[in-house]
């Protein structure tokens, strides 16, 4: 492969990570059983790692709910996830110091394990600190990791693109 070539790929990988969100940095394990109730479980958790002027965040794992005898068909239960970010010095669930995502919600069939992915929420603001809302109606055991951390402003694919072709323009002039 020439110089030519490999300056091309390089150039490409570059601006391909510049165009998509950095890898999470910081995970937190959860494991507990969410009980029932209006105010759900709130956990905190410090944000440090990364830099950039927006907080991303996703939560995946497992959820169990023992309630099923057969030959009954298992029971349905909803599990929604909420994730928080500290806007302002107060309480844990004083709205108007905490701001939050829309809901994600899974639903969880009694007697087996289900699996759940959010979908990676960014938010703007580089919080310090930033939670994970879990609300249910029965209680609900969940072995997840949530991850957040501060990232660059998103770049648009459309960006990436012109920086290759400027890039194969001044190469081309170079010959």
Not at 24 to 43: N, R
Request: net charge negative; proline share 8%; hydrophobic share 45%.
């Amino acid at each position: 492969m020439n110089a030519s070539r490999l300056v091309g790929i390089a150039a490409m990988a570059l601006i391909t990570a510049g165009t998509t969100p950095s890898v999470f940095a910081q995970a937190e394990p959860i494991f507990l059983t969410a009980g029932p109730g209006v105010v759900g479980t709130h956990l905190e958790f410090v944000n440090t790692e990364g830099t950039g002027g927006f907080t991303q965040f996703a939560l995946f794992g497992a959820a169990t709910h023992a309630d099923w005898s057969p030959p009954d068909p298992p029971a349905l239960h909803t599990l929604v996830i909420v994730f928080e970010w500290r806007i302002g010095p107060g309480p844990d669930h004083d709205f108007s110091n905490w701001a939050q995502s829309h809901d994600f919600i899974t639903t969880v069939v009694g007697g087996m394990t289900n699996t759940f992915s959010t979908d990676t929420f960014i938010t703007p603001g580089a919080w310090d600190t930033v939670a994970v809302h879990l609300y249910c109606g029965f209680p609900i055991t969940v072995a997840a990791t949530f991850d957040h951390r501060w990232t660059p402003v998103p770049a648009t694919p459309s960006l990436g693109i012109l920086g290759l072709a400027s890039l194969c323009t001044l190469r081309r002039r170079r010959r």
